[in-house]
């Protein structure tokens, strides 16, 4: 038997409680290849922009600072525009560091967004999975009891064969998922760690231009 065949034989034997591990398994993994270029996309941003608005900050040129960041849909530009707004209402850091604040409040829920989902699959597949081993035994030990006691051990074991290959596709994907979700949210974890020393920097950096300037 080819190695294709067997695949086939394996999905089959696994009857119908294959079709809503498939089902969570093709949402699982669209949500994960979403999550995955969202969150590229949004670290290559944030650096990218960071890398314009940092040397801007340093200088005290908050005209051009503003600008980017209006033009800009990254999140740390976000955060920064906060900052740069509660700074013309107060001089208090403790304010301006609230402002900025908000602003994380509302970019982590978009960074974290559908990524506990991929969780919930790989458990949820793998209680699917054993509970179609589950009936499968059930059938099984059903179905040997009516046959002929020498043909019961072979019967029997072909049956739990057939029933433990809905357990054994359930942890195939629930491994993988596990693995992708953690991976997802250390990824996610990151950007927020950058955000936030994009935040004491961008504070200092206030600060520090205020402490040389003449009062």
Known sequence: MSTF????????????????????LA???????????????????NRRVWDQLLPLLQKGRYAEVRTLTDASDAAVAKIVANGLDRMQDTGKRDDIDHAME?????????????????????????????LGTIIGLIKGFTAVAQVNPAEKAEMLSASISVAMNNTAFALMVAIPFLLIHAFLQARASEIVDSLEAAKI???????KLRDRSPH
Not at 5 to 24: H, I, N, R, W
Not at 27 to 45: Q, S
Not at 104 to 126: D, G, Q, S
């Open 102 to 130: 908000e602003g994380m409040m509302e970019i982590v829920p978009r960074l974290e967004k559908r990524t506990h989902y991929i969780a919930t699959f790989a458990n949820t597949i793998t209680l699917v999975g054993l």
């Open 27 to 45: 949402a699982g993994l669209a949500i994960a290849i979403e999550r995955f270029l969202f969150l590229t996309r949004a670290r290559r941003d």
């Open 201 to 207: 920097t961008f504070l200092n950096q206030v600060q």
């Open 5 to 24: 065949d067997t695949v086939v034989k394996f999905f089959q034997d696994c009857g119908a409680f294959l079709y809503p591990s498939l089902a969570m």
